[in-house]
């Protein structure tokens, strides 16, 4: 079993700042790829922002300058500080991680894709 837990969504004015978390837990033997992706209402999920273990990070165009993702391998979690948030961050955020399997089939270790349960992110004009 591998789960993600994540938090920290909620309410707040445009503007405002919040900080999503959301840890990895289960059996694994690595994570690679960590994400957070939003589905607004009548729209298609999107990415938002991933970052691999190294550290290198990618963002969607509409986030860029405002929206940081970073991740303690440590502690397997990943974060994602929203600042100056508008109406149309408004969503569902999705944490996204791409496990590596901790057993071993034929001498490869398989990737698995993995979605938290999505936290509310409400942006109120």
């Known amino acids: 079993q591998v789960q993600l837990v994540e938090s920290g969504g909620g309410l707040v004015q445009a503007g405002g700042s919040l900080r999503l978390s959301c840890a990895a837990s289960g059996n694994f033997f690595s994570v690679n790829l960590m994400g957070w992706y939003r589905q607004a209402p009548g729209k298609q999920r999107e990415l938002v922002a991933t970052?691999?273990?190294?550290?290198?990070?990618n963002y969607a165009d509409s986030v860029k300058g405002r929206f940081t993702i970073s991740r303690d391998n440590a502690k397997n979690t990943v974060y994602l500080q929203m600042n100056s948030l508008k109406a149309d961050d408004t969503g569902v955020y999705y944490c996204y991680a791409q496990f590596v399997s901790s057993t071993v089939v034929s001498g490869i270790r398989r990737t698995y894709d993995y979605w938290g349960q999505g936290t509310q992110v409400t942006v109120s004009s």
């Open positions: 970052v691999t273990r190294g550290g290198s990070t």
